[in-house]
């Protein structure tokens, strides 16, 4: 990933952040799982978790391959 930054130290910053806000959006993806469903088991939570890393990796193949 390219950042318009001079120094070893910005970048650093911007790609930490980056980082942060990846398990924001992880925190939040999990929070709404649970608040949606109202009842929902660890096991249930992890599949539903694992199918939507799962269409996320295909789609970002997809997204590599297509003219």
């Keep these: 990933m390219a950042y318009p930054c001079h120094t070893f130290a910005e970048k650093q910053r911007i790609m ?24 929902i088991s660890f096991k249930e939570l992890n599949e539903l978790w694992l199918r939507k890393e799962i269409a996320g990796i295909i789609n970002r193949m997809n997204s590599m391959y297509t003219v």
């Design 16 to 39: 930490n952040n980056d980082r942060g806000q990846s398990l924001i959006t992880k925190y939040v993806w999990v929070i709404d799982t649970i608040y949606r469903r109202r009842k």
